[in-house]
C-alpha cells in the first residue's frame, strides 16, 4: 500500500513563494503517474500539475509561476508569485495503472495554502 505525505503549506502574501513536498512511503514508478491537485471547500478538486515519464503539465491557472519536480521517492510543487486564487488544500496524488488497465488513485490528507492579498 502506499502512503503519500504533504507538508510545505502556510500562509503567504500575494507574490509570495512556497514549496510543497510530497514523500511516498512505498514504491513509486516512473511509468506511474505523479500529480499535485487543490480543492477549495464547495468546488471539485483540480489538476494543478503532473508528471510522468519525463513529460509534465500544468493546469493554464499557474503555468509559468508552479514547477513540479523531484523523483519518485519525494517530489515538490513550487509555487511562485502566489495569488490570493491559488488558496486551496493541495493534495499530491499518485496514479498507478493496473494490469487489466484499471486504475488505481493514492491520495495525501492535504496541506493548506493560503495567499493573502
Known amino acids: 500500500q502506499l502512503q503519500l505525505v504533504e507538508s510545505g503549506g502556510g500562509s503567504v502574501q500575494s507574490g509570495g513563494s512556497l514549496r510543497l513536498s510530497c514523500a511516498a512511503a512505498?514504491?513509486?514508478?516512473?511509468?506511474?503517474?505523479r500529480a499535485w491537485y487543490r480543492q477549495v471547500p464547495g468546488k471539485e478538486r483540480e489538476l494543478v500539475a503532473r508528471t510522468s515519464e519525463g513529460k509534465t503539465n500544468y493546469a493554464d491557472s499557474v503555468k509559468g509561476r508552479f514547477t513540479i519536480s523531484g523523483d519518485n521517492a519525494k517530489w515538490y510543487l513550487q509555487m511562485n508569485n502566489l495569488k490570493p486564487e491559488d488558496t486551496a488544500r493541495y493534495y499530491c496524488?499518485?496514479?498507478?495503472?493496473?494490469?487489466?488497465?484499471?486504475?488505481?488513485?493514492?491520495w495525501g490528507h492535504g496541506t493548506q495554502v493560503t495567499v493573502s492579498s
Open positions: 496524488n499518485v496514479v498507478k495503472t493496473q494490469i487489466g488497465g484499471a486504475e488505481a488513485n493514492y
Open positions: 512505498g514504491t513509486v514508478y516512473s511509468s506511474n503517474v
